[in-house]
Every structure is written in C-alpha cells, then in structure tokens.
C-alpha cells in the first residue's frame, strides 16, 4: 500500500516531467523538505516564494534575508512581500514590534494590490501574526481581505476563528445572492450624419441591491469578453485627448462582473453617505461634486450596508462596457447626437447637425442605453475609474485589472504610498462641458484624486459573488 510519502513522490515526478514547478514545490513543501522546495522556487525566478519558504519553512532566516536584499522590488506585490519576509523574520530574531507595525501597513495597502496577489499575502500576514501572537492582527487582515474581495476569505477567517477561538460569532458570512432578472431595452446605431439606421431590441441580466425602502442600485452582469482598447491612430478628434494618451491599442481580456446601470445617482449617495455635494440637485441625476477618495469611501460604507464588495471599474472594464461590443468611436456608431448623450453640442464630431447645449446635468437613464444596456455612458459627467492615471498604455495590464503601479524617479512603491492621499487618476465618459470628440469609448481624461467639481461622478462595480 502507498503511504503519502510515496504518493508525493509520484506526484513530484509527474509536475517535474509537466513542468509545473510550482506543484512540485507545493508537494516538498508537504514533505518538509523545504530547503529544496525554497531552491526550486529559486530556479524557477520566484525569489519571493524562495525566501519566504527559507523563512517560514526552514527557518534559515540568514539565508531569506540575504535573497530579499538581492531582489529587486518592481511593484507593490514585491514591497509587500519584501516586508512580510523581512517581518517574519523579525517575529523569530528581530524586533517583534517592528514586525507588527509592518502587518498594519501591509494590510493598509490590500485594497490597491492586484486581486492576483491578495491570497498570498493575506497567508503571509497571518502566518506572521500568529508568529506573534497577535490574534487581533490576525483577524484584522482577515477583515480586509474580506473587505477588499480577496476570493473565500470570509471561509478561512471562520477556520482560523473556530479553530483557534473556538468561536467564528461575528465572522460574516457568504451572502445570499439574490437571482438575475432579466430586463429589455431598446438600443440605436446612427450613421455619420447621426440619423438612426438601426433599432435592436435587447436584453441583459441586473441585479438589484436594496439601499432603503424607496433606494435601489442596479447592477448590471457584464459577460466578460476580448476587446482592443484604446483607439487607432486615423480616428477623428484623437487630437483632443492628451497625446498618445489612447495608444497603443491593444487586446484586453475582461472576467465577468456588474457594473451599475446608471452613473451612481443622488438619492443613492444619500442612501449611503448622508449627504448630497452635488451642484446641480435631483434625486435622479448624478451624483457630482466628488473627489475620487469620497468614491472609494462611498464603495466602502455599501459594503458595509450591504454585505457584498464594491469598487470602482478599471479603466479596461469601462472601456468594454461603453463600447459593448462597438469597434466605433462611440457605442451608438460614428458619431453622436444630443439626442443621444448630453454634451455641449455646439460643434459636430463627424456630418451630424450641431446639437443643444443643456449646460447641466439630467436625470439618468434620459438617453438611449447601449447594446450592454447601460446608461449615459458618453456625457453627463467624467466618471471616476481606480486607476492611476499613465500618460500611455506602454505595459498596461492586459486582464482587466486596474492599473495601480506607476514609476517614477524615487521608485515604484514610494509613488503609491505618496500617492495614496492625492494623485492624478483617471477618469471616462465626457460631460455637459465638452465636445463630442472628448466623450468617445476611448477619450481619457485625469484629474487630482482629491479635487471635486461639478463634472465629476462615478459608477460602482463588484465582483461576482
């Protein structure tokens, strides 16, 4: 009969003849050979894995020091790693204070670290927590990654809780999930002269979260798909944007998610923070008035309302949610009308007669949907999205994710840090002050992070439940 030991072994030399050496090293580390599992790590250009395995695994903390000083750190994921290799070896032959105020600035940035990298870090920062007998940091980094969307972290918040507590009371739970309905609408294509050609009637999936008896958000599903971002270099009124600000395109893949239906309105705002900062008022129009921080604060407190995450979209996510499956400069064709979108219309983007000029915002949903049946997604007001805003698309990611790393002559991360209070970030959509060329699917725009006016608002996303 096979004893585990002889089944890890085979497993080994299965993923060796694969190569999937990350399998390997997940099977020695399961043997407790972790000095060669830290050395495969090494082999395969995973210095973080290999130090942390030295550390964590075979306790040669000299050894893990050494290759944390050698690494170069490159993005945030690396500081964070950097940090947590360093503190864990601090928890067993260093300063163990300095080591606790190193989880409380790690678990600080979560919500700026690509999702990719949050379940690492998450069981790097507990396993340094339990070190020192803090459970208090313990639960603390469980409560952010939850917070944070860090996939199944509620349930190994509830292990840790029971097993070690014995009691897992206050630990949330996975919350229901109401079902999709179904909804129709009907969208328009327009040729250059901004004459309707087509009417398709549609229908997509939204979900609908409940913020008081009279307050609903809808969400709408976004299937996920491959579309190119940014614009080609002929299209018209490129010129406008900030130059090269929409070059190079390039293929983006995009997971399914929600996207709210409409800019986050008035009476939604007030739902979930109290108060209404916006210039021109109606329950219905967007919200505006607001800094991208009072965004990312007001995504918080509908967590906390509501039991599920929300966030800001990518820059890529509202790129392929405008265009909806459009290759056009924007979601309704060639051009754009104000019957359309509301924009300052006084000049034509392509053979379209001029337009009107509102000089305010209206209510949401005053305009036809596009084709993933989402609202005002050219005009109105620039919406606020969570990246960090780069003057091209030289190295953006391409999964979808927000773009969260910027370089500069001090380093990386000391940008991110220094930025975390104000920054330029980007912003989508166009307003009631501007030409129609700068309210294409592919026109970007920035702004500092803690400026709010009028023509500033945003939409919520969340993650699939």
């Not at 599992?37 to 995973?46: L, S, T, V």
């Not at 204070?97 to 700026?112: D, E, N, R, W, Y």
């Not at 924009?343 to 915002?361: I, L, N, Q």
């Not at 002559?409 to 129609?436: A, E, H, P, Q």
Request: glycine content about 8%.
């Amino acid at each position: 009969m096979n004893t585990r030991d002889d089944l890890l072994r085979k497993a080994i030399a299965c993923y060796e003849k694969a190569g999937q050496i990350e399998d390997v090293c997940r099977c020695l580390q399961a043997l407790g050979e972790y000095v060669e599992a830290a050395e495969r790590y090494e082999q395969n250009n995973e210095p973080w894995q290999a130090a942390w395995m030295y550390a964590e695994g075979a306790h040669l903390f000299y050894r893990a020091r050494y290759l944390v000083r050698e690494t170069p750190v490159l993005d945030l994921a690396d500081e964070l790693s950097h940090d947590l290799i360093l503190a864990r070896c601090d928890a067993q032959i260093g300063s163990k204070s300095q080591a606790g105020l190193t989880i409380s600035k790690v678990i600080g940035h979560f919500p700026q670290l690509p999702l990719i990298h949050r379940q690492r870090i998450e069981e790097w920062a507990v396993k340094v927590a339990q070190h020192l007998g803090r459970f208090d940091l313990v639960a603390t980094t469980y409560a952010i990654a939850y917070t944070t969307g860090t996939p199944e972290s509620e349930i190994r918040w509830e292990a840790w809780a029971l097993s070690t507590l014995g009691d897992a009371t206050g630990v949330p739970t996975t919350p229901s999930v109401e079902p999709d309905i179904p909804f129709e609408f009907e969208t328009v294509t327009v040729n250059r002269q901004g004459e309707i050609i087509q009417r398709r009637r549609l229908q997509a999936k939204q979900r609908i979260e409940r913020l008081n008896d009279e307050v609903t958000l809808e969400m709408v599903f976004m299937k996920g798909g491959t579309f190119m971002m940014g614009s080609p270099e002929d299209e018209e009124g490129r010129e406008f944007g900030f130059e090269g600000s929409e070059s190079p395109q390039h293929q983006v893949t995009i997971k399914p998610f929600y996207m709210s239906k409409y800019p986050i309105t008035q009476a939604q705002w007030i739902a979930v923070m109290g108060d209404n900062p916006s210039h021109f008022k109606g329950d219905n129009r967007p919200v505006e008035n607001v800094s991208w921080h009072s965004c990312v604060e007001f995504c918080k407190r509908l967590f906390e309302k509501t039991g599920k995450a929300y966030r800001l979209p990518s820059e890529s996510e509202w790129e392929y949610a405008c265009r909806a499956g459009t290759t056009t400069p924007f979601c309704f064709g060639e051009t754009i009308t104000t019957d359309l979108a509301n924009y300052y219309g006084d000049f034509s983007y392509a053979s379209e007669p001029k337009g009107v000029s509102r000089g305010e915002t209206t209510d949401v949903g005053s305009f036809p949907p596009n084709a993933f049946g989402l609202y005002d997604m050219h005009g109105n007001v620039l919406e606020w999205c969570a990246d960090l805003w780069h003057e091209n698309y030289d190295g953006a990611p391409t999964d979808g994710s927000a773009w969260l790393e910027k370089k500069s002559d001090k380093g990386t991360l000391d940008y991110l840090i220094n930025c975390s209070k104000t920054c330029f970030r980007s912003l989508r959509g166009g307003y009631i002050g501007v030409v129609s060329n700068n309210c294409r699917a592919a026109f970007r725009f920035r702004f500092s992070s803690d400026i709010h006016l009028f023509n500033r608002g945003f939409r919520g996303c969340s993650d699939l439940d």
